[in-house]
């Protein structure tokens, strides 16, 4: 059965955001001819799992346009979505089981952002996996590119990979 992966982008000092919300520090540092793990990961996707707050940064900036299903952590049944999404509040462990359920055993789940949702997915021992795209900029500030854990969490290096723009595709294995 698929495993469950996360992945973000964050500054050298470990920031996902800006304390002002600017994102232009992130696309400004990314070249055009540079992949950074995005096609694979959308090969191997059977279901995205996306925090409120990123889902409307990504659908705010043209995305959501997969037919791979969307499901949205929030709080809120009112939110507004767009294509093949779904809202869900409630135990994450009964997100993850019912996903698993339904998508093919060669496809996996993408937790995509943000940082609270990571940090929950590490708390309930649900994150398998978790890629880190190390940004070549410091922000000084902002919002952390993972909340406060209880306990250690120790992880395995699968990949480090460097890209001539100088980010850094980090992709680790959680061990339990």
Not at 120 to 141: A, Y
Request: hydrophobic share 40%; glycine share 14%.
């Amino acid at each position: 059965m698929g495993i469950v992966f996360g992945g973000m982008a964050a500054s050298l000092d470990g920031y996902i955001r800006s304390e002002t919300g600017d994102l232009s520090w992130l696309n400004d540092a990314m070249a055009k001819d540079e992949d950074y793990g995005f096609e694979a990961m959308s090969r191997r996707t059977g279901a995205y799992v996306m925090g409120a707050n990123t889902y409307r940064e990504v659908a705010g900036m043209g995305g959501m346009g997969s037919q791979v299903m969307t499901h949205v952590a929030t709080h809120d049944p009112t939110m507004t979505t767009t294509g093949n999404t779904r809202l869900f509040s409630g135990d994450l462990r009964d997100l993850v089981a019912g996903i698993k359920s339904t998508i093919p055993e060669d496809k996996d789940i993408c937790v995509y952002g943000g940082a609270q949702l990571v940090t929950e997915f590490i708390e309930l021992g649900l994150l398998d996996e978790l890629g880190i795209s190390v940004v070549p900029v410091l922000l000084g500030g902002g919002v952390p590119f993972v909340g406060r854990i209880s306990r250690w969490t120790k992880v395995e290096l699968l990949e480090c990979r460097p890209f001539p723009s100088g980010i850094i595709l980090l992709n680790y294995r959680l061990k339990r």
